[in-house]
């Protein structure tokens, strides 16, 4: 079975730090997906970065980033001078073409950014 | 620039009660899901559709039915609701584009349901 595991069931950082949010996967697959959604209070979900398996670069976007680790199944996320906008849950989701597309979720962290 | 739309938002039902929740986009997608939220888990995916007419069971299905007789529009039917069914409950659809080789779900905001 696909697995999806976040660790950290919650942080907190100052405004303007770095923090990186971890996720590991358990799959026998080769080609997937791997995403990070935010879900704010407003209880939306929002789609922050995705990553295909195949392509070696880790995504970036802004200031987010990925450090993707096929190997050691590995997708953390990296958020840059935090804001306090990014207070939110996270959560990591995987995805297979051969499941149509069904997202296996993480069980999320939840970020607190500080004044 | 309405995306995908969950009616209602909010809902507070009887034990035994019956009730439809309506998932509707207007992005011409093929692919759609509904997931339940609880708190302390990720997201669990309920049943799917992969095209109008078409529905499968996901990862929890019992005590649910779905529809998605028009290609926007995809139903979730509760028939007797129970207390292990209040939840959060969200709507995703998506599509898969070949020449970027990618499908995204894009998500409603979500319809909080209580049973008592």
């Known amino acids: 079975a696909q697995t999806v595991t976040q660790s950290q069931p919650e942080m907190s950082v100052q405004e303007a730090e770095t923090v990186t949010l971890s996720c590991t996967y358990d799959?026998?697959?080769?080609?997937?997906?791997l995403f990070w959604y935010k879900q704010p209070p407003s209880r939306q979900m929002i789609l922050v970065i995705r990553?295909?398996?195949?392509k070696q670069q880790n995504a970036t976007e802004n200031r987010f980033s990925v450090n993707f680790q096929k190997a050691a199944k590995s997708f953390s996320l990296k958020i840059s001078d935090s804001q306090l906008g990014d207070t939110a849950m996270y959560f990591c989701?995987?995805?297979?073409?051969?499941?149509?597309?069904?997202?296996?979720w993480g069980a999320g962290t939840k970020l607190i950014i500080k004044p | 620039n309405a995306g995908v739309t969950q009616t209602p938002k909010f809902r507070v039902l009887k034990t035994g009660q019956s009730m439809t929740l309506l998932c509707a986009q207007d992005m011409n997608h093929e692919y759609m899901y509904w997931y339940r939220q609880d708190p302390g888990m990720g997201l669990r995916l309920i049943h799917y559709?992969?095209?109008?007419?078409?529905?499968a069971k996901g990862e929890v299905p019992d005590g649910y039915n779905v529809s998605r007789l028009k290609k926007q529009n995809f139903l979730l039917g509760l028939e007797s609701a129970a207390p292990s069914q209040t939840s959060v409950y969200f709507c995703a659809s998506s599509y898969w584009d070949r020449s970027l080789a990618k499908n995204i779900q894009y998500f409603g905001a979500g319809t909080r349901l209580s049973v008592l």
């Open positions: 559709s992969v095209g109008e007419g078409t529905t």
């Open positions: 799959t026998s697959e080769n080609n997937y997906y």
């Open positions: 989701a995987f995805m297979t073409m051969d499941s149509n597309y069904q997202l296996i």
């Open positions: 990553q295909e398996a195949y």
